[in-house]
């Protein structure tokens, strides 16, 4: 096995149900149900998912006897439907898996940086601690293309600027609107930030507002709706730069935070927020766009903020970073953010000063 396989590395997980189970099993199960939900036809998923139609359906009265539940339902003129059963088994499973996504990450990036100590002469992998965000979470495999793996670990805005702040890693990674919304937290982020030792470099500019369900069958409009008797809020955790956004639009709009239901509740991630609301287990939530999208959710904007990485000028005509710079000002990057709702590109990879931002 050659060096670079040995770095290629993904952390994962499988459910096992039943001691007769085996991962592969359970795979193409979920692999199956998916895509039998989306097209309603058992021949089309098992062509989909590259299996025979004798097998698929072996496969699913399997599983049926397994778990004593039916999973499907023939309706004349309908095509096949999933149970209430099978409905429910791919939600946990996408809400679990997107509530696992940032360790998992941090895990593989934990076993590459351990590897490569000892199988290559390069330097430790470059760490980036940063705000969840659904661009930069693909930074690291498309670094790695270019021969610069990344440690990406997720954290709350603050938490990371913290983290850097205390030589923890390299660059950090936090969003802020603008408007008097950005002064406030710019206020926060200040004592972290020092104009002459470091440098900002612009990854997007994204739309932040609240997902909701699809349809929005609540009418939730604005941030005040939040307040109104059944309706179940899920937060983000405390630190996160979307937490405290809610924090200055509820202090603006004469909320206290008793006043949510579910303020107390929290996520790690913008994904994760998305899986809960999707799975029914809250109303809404703050996030980005393409989060809701992803879930297939209602999304209310709410405003455009710009997420940035700060990293030290001393840093910048390192080999990693120099990739890193070209990487955002490229026509790849451009490519994969066009696949995510709600983000504008325009300007990544652009150098700006601190002290331009922070009043």
């Avoid at 999973?71 to 409905?87: C, K």
Wanted: net charge positive.
């Amino acid at each position: 096995m050659s060096l670079n396989n040995i770095l290629d590395v993904k952390c994962c997980f499988n459910w096992v149900f039943g001691q007769g189970a085996t991962r592969l099993d359970e795979s193409r199960l979920f692999d199956l149900l998916e895509r039998i939900r989306r097209t309603g036809s058992i021949a089309s998923a098992a062509r989909e998912t590259g299996i025979s139609y004798r097998n698929a359906w072996g496969l699913l009265m399997q599983w049926e006897n397994r778990f004593g539940h039916p999973l499907l339902i023939s309706a004349r003129g309908l095509g096949t439907q999933l149970t209430p059963f099978a409905v429910r088994l791919l939600e946990l499973d996408s809400r679990i898996r997107a509530g696992l996504m940032p360790h998992l990450a941090a895990a593989a990036a934990e076993m590459k940086r351990g590897l490569s100590e000892v199988t290559t002469p390069e330097p430790p992998m470059m760490r980036l601690h940063a705000s969840h965000d659904l661009i930069l979470a693909r930074l690291p495999d498309l670094l790695a293309l270019h021969g610069h793996p990344l440690d990406l670990q997720f954290h709350g805005s603050l938490e990371s600027l913290i983290s850097f702040a205390e030589n923890r890693c390299e660059i950090a990674g936090f969003h802020c609107p603008e408007g008097p919304i950005g002064d406030s937290l710019w206020q926060q982020y200040r004592p972290f930030l020092k104009p002459r030792q470091h440098v900002l470099i612009r990854l997007a500019r994204r739309t932040q507002g609240m997902m909701v369900k699809a349809g929005n069958p609540k009418k939730l409009r604005s941030i005040r709706d939040l307040a109104r008797p059944g309706i179940r809020f899920l937060n983000r955790q405390r630190g996160a730069g979307t937490r405290l956004l809610l924090d200055w639009l509820l202090q603006e709009n004469g909320i206290a935070a008793q006043e949510i239901a579910g303020y107390g509740n929290a996520e790690l991630t913008h994904s994760a927020v998305a899986a809960m609301i999707a799975s029914g287990h809250a109303d809404v939530g703050l996030g980005v766009e393409a989060a809701a999208r992803e879930f297939k959710l209602g999304f209310v904007p709410l405003l455009k903020e710009d997420y940035f990485l700060v990293m030290r000028r001393n840093l910048l005509q390192q080999p990693a970073v120099q990739s890193l710079l070209a990487l955002l000002e490229s026509r790849e990057f451009r490519r994969t953010a066009a696949e995510l709702p709600g983000y504008d590109v325009s300007g990544s990879g652009n150098q700006e000063s601190i002290a331009g931002h922070s009043g």
